[in-house]
């Protein structure tokens, strides 16, 4: 079993409404095979378990709940979700998650795409985002 990490980072401004995907900004740092960033997925390759903690700095242009959903291939990660309550207009929320996941396919052509997705709120200004994956 091989050791893999990676680090994005995004610290450009995203302004999104719900249901939209979360852009990861760019690779700061990455080691190992198994994890790579393409679009707005990291991609996990190699059997074996994957820790995910993710922080992220949101304000919303409404009160009310923001939340962030992880997606593995399409599907929500349970329990992989965060949700804050903004108390005004413009408030920043933190959001924090952590998940372990499964990669399970032993063959060479496995591979599986981790995504963020604002699940919930108005519009929504997230001005960090960031992802650390790290193989166990």
Same mark, same amino acid.
């Given at each position: 079993?091989?050791?893999?990490?990676?680090?994005? *980072?995004?610290?450009?401004?995203? =302004?999104?409404?719900?249901?939209?995907?979360?852009? @990861?900004?760019?690779?700061?740092?990455?080691?190992?095979? =198994? @994890?790579?960033?393409?679009?707005?997925?990291?991609?996990?390759?190699? !059997?074996?378990?994957?820790?995910?903690?993710?922080?992220? =700095?949101?304000?919303?242009?409404?009160?009310?709940?923001?939340?962030?959903?992880?997606?593995?291939?399409?599907? &929500?990660?349970?329990?992989?979700?965060?949700?804050?309550?903004? !108390?005004?207009?413009?408030?920043?929320?933190?959001?924090?998650?952590? &998940?372990?996941?499964?990669?399970?396919?032993?063959?060479?052509?496995?591979?599986?795409? @981790?995504?963020? *997705?604002?699940?919930?709120?108005?519009?929504?200004?997230?001005? =960090?985002?960031?992802?650390?994956?790290?193989?166990?």
């Amino acid at each position: 079993m091989s050791k893999s990490a990676i680090y994005t *980072v995004n610290s450009s401004t995203q =302004n999104l409404t719900a249901e939209s995907a979360i852009t @990861l900004g760019s690779i700061i740092r990455r080691f190992g095979p =198994n @994890l790579g960033l393409s679009g707005n997925a990291i991609q996990i390759s190699g !059997a074996g378990y994957y820790k995910i903690d993710v922080t992220a =700095n949101i304000s919303s242009a409404d009160a009310g709940e923001v939340t962030v959903q992880a997606y593995l291939n399409n599907v &929500a990660i349970p329990g992989a979700i965060a949700t804050e309550t903004a !108390a005004a207009a413009g408030d920043i929320v933190n959001l924090s998650i952590s &998940a372990l996941v499964r990669e399970g396919c032993y063959c060479c052509d496995g591979l599986s795409n @981790l995504t963020f *997705v604002v699940t919930e709120g108005a519009t929504v200004d997230i001005t =960090n985002f960031a992802v650390v994956v790290t193989k166990l």
